[in-house]
């Protein structure tokens, strides 16, 4: 892929960066960059599917390792692997179809009716079975691609006229069915704010307090939605140290005419009595249910399930991450600078490294993130429409392939 390479290292250097930052953008420019690297990538004769698989593999080893705390570039790589294989499966299972089934008959043969290639109907029904079946132990062991062995024994059965031809027309139809589901994808990413939006006035009522802590676009646009339904709310708006993003988000918010209130983020356990509603965005929402979130929220879900107010993450489906909290690939926090809490001038005389032990006398810790279980919230809001904890992993197996989780190439041999 001499093409793409300089636009794969440029992407992977601003990761690397931080040049590029939310999850919505770093999203959409890594499916816009994998659309790339499917277009130019030069397909072979034979198992083209598997050998697209690993390029976006190869692409994308090099992307998540960039920037591995930002889980939106995985998600993304992963959908992409799954689109090739539904791809790939629907393009064999319409193959099928075209081929004419044949009853043969002792007393009639009309040979001249059709002069497409004939399958029996006894070849035809063992290739479905075939389909349908689990690999092989053999298969498994011999580590052969299923999607290999079975087109091998499909290809075994038919003529072997016009091989060449279908075998150009197949691989042209997989690359652009794959790069039009790719374009798909990314209109899914871009319209993820208007589809969870829409669903603002199901859940805002008239007179409502709402909570939220720091600042989100999703939970930004979905208020904005309410508001522009005639909706009288308030707002109040913890102001998410040490960024305090949520002072930008309390000005967004009046300047559309919402009623906000800027609270402390240690002032959230005496202010949720008065809430109706939490309703926070996240950064990832993993295979459990349990979000990773801004710092400190972990805090509000815990006050929201003392006062039995509902907790309720609005967040895109890009955001669905098919791991688990405990898995190695999952780097859950990121340590930013500590000039963010105090400043150094003010604590120099604290920096003392001549010390008896070599340290210093004073340790900053300023994390990013923040973990909250799947037991302390009480809905997602995401564009497929509000889904319980409990329902994600089906949410999951619907975008992703389960041996797609470790973004690996497999091996040649």
Same mark, same amino acid.
Not at 311 to 330: D, I, M, R, T, W
């Given at each position: ?28 420019? !890594? +499916? ?6 499917? *277009? ?5 004769? =034979?198992?083209? &599917? %598997?050998? /697209? $698989? ?47 089934? !044949? +009853? ?6 009309? *040979? ?5 290639? =004939?399958?029996? &109907? %006894?070849? /035809? $029904? ?288």
């Amino acid at each position: 892929m001499p093409d793409v390479q300089p636009l794969v290292s440029d992407f992977v250097l601003k990761l690397k960066r931080r040049k590029v930052e939310g999850s919505h953008a770093v999203a959409r420019q !890594t +499916a816009e960059l994998l659309r790339s690297v499917v *277009s130019q990538h030069r397909m072979g004769n =034979t198992n083209q &599917a %598997a050998a /697209l $698989a690993d390029a976006i593999r190869a692409v994308g080893e090099h992307l998540i390792a960039a920037n591995p705390i930002e889980l939106a570039v995985g998600n993304i790589v992963r959908r992409v692997l799954h689109i090739i294989k539904e791809e790939d499966i629907s393009s064999t299972a319409v193959g099928i179809e075209g081929l004419s089934v !044949t +009853a043969v008959s002792d007393d009639e043969y009309d *040979s001249g009716n059709d002069d497409r290639p =004939t399958l029996s &109907a %006894a070849v /035809l $029904a063992s290739h479905a079975r075939n389909t349908l079946r689990a690999p092989s132990l053999q298969t498994l062991l011999d580590d052969i691609p299923v999607s290999t062995a079975l087109s091998h024994s499909a290809s075994s059965a038919g003529d072997s006229d016009g091989k060449t031809g279908d075998k150009s027309l197949k691989t042209r139809k997989l690359k652009h069915d794959v790069i039009a589901a790719i374009g798909d994808l990314i209109e899914e990413i871009d319209t993820c704010y208007d589809q969870i939006s829409e669903q603002a006035v199901e859940l805002i009522h008239q007179n409502e307090v709402i909570l939220t802590l720091g600042r989100s676009r999703t939970v930004k646009e979905f208020l904005y939605a309410a508001k522009e339904k005639k909706r009288s709310f308030r707002v109040f708006v913890a102001e998410g140290a040490p960024r305090y993003q949520g002072h930008v988000l309390a000005k967004e918010l009046v300047e559309k005419g919402v009623q906000t209130t800027v609270i402390t983020d240690s002032a959230v356990f005496a202010m949720i009595s008065r809430v109706n509603m939490v309703i926070v965005g996240a950064h990832a929402i993993m295979a459990n249910g349990g979000v990773i979130a801004p710092i400190g929220m972990n805090m509000v879900a815990l006050a929201a399930q003392r006062h039995a107010v509902p907790f309720v993450v609005v967040a895109g489906s890009h955001k669905l991450c098919p791991l688990y909290p405990h898995n190695p690939e999952v780097l859950l926090n990121e340590l930013k600078s500590p000039s963010d809490l105090l400043d150094f001038g003010e604590f120099s005389n604290c920096m003392n490294f001549s010390t008896q032990d070599g340290t210093p006398l004073l340790d900053v810790v300023n994390p990013t993130f923040d973990y909250v279980p799947p037991k302390l919230v009480s809905l997602f809001v995401t564009d497929s429409g509000g889904h319980s904890p409990s329902y994600i992993y089906r949410l999951i197996s619907e975008y992703y392939s389960a041996d797609d989780l470790g973004v690996r190439r497999m091996s040649s041999s």
